[in-house]
Nanobody, 114 residues
Framework: QVQFVESGGGLVQPGGSLNLSCAAS???????GSWYRQAPGKQRELVAT???????NYVDSVKGRFFVSRDNAKNTVYLQMNSLKSEDTAVYYC?????????WGQGIQVTVSA
């Protein structure tokens, strides 16, 4: 079974930065890689995607602040988060695909607080 290792989360003050990493045991991000987040009491939302061709997309609330990238040799997707706001507080999940199956990371907590 495909396994994920997420890292880089934690507690940061408003205006700070964090780098999230999601390393997979298989090539699940080469076709399509995504980051989602879910805040307390809110639905899970798509934050950023990167396609096989390297195109990226972001939800409006993070444009200009968050940047998604990928290293296919390491089977890893990254999410660089800058100028963090309290509204960014959530559990962040990476998502990949291999053949007919989709795979989710276990989630990593990001807390933005003074």
């Amino acid at each position: 079974q495909v396994q994920f290792v997420e890292s880089g989360g934690g507690l940061v003050q408003p205006g700070g930065s964090l780098n999230l990493s999601c390393a997979a045991s298989g090539s699940v991000f080469s076709m399509y890689g995504s980051w989602y987040r879910q805040a307390p009491g809110k639905q899970r939302e798509l934050v950023a995607t990167i396609t096989s061709g390297g195109n990226t997309n972001y939800v409006d609330s993070v444009k200009g602040r968050f940047f998604v990238s990928r290293d296919n040799a390491k089977n890893t997707v990254y999410l660089q988060m800058n100028s963090l706001k309290s509204e960014d507080t959530a559990v962040y999940y990476c998502k990949g695909r291999l053949r007919l199956s989709v795979y989710w990371g276990q989630g990593i907590q990001v807390t933005v607080s003074a």
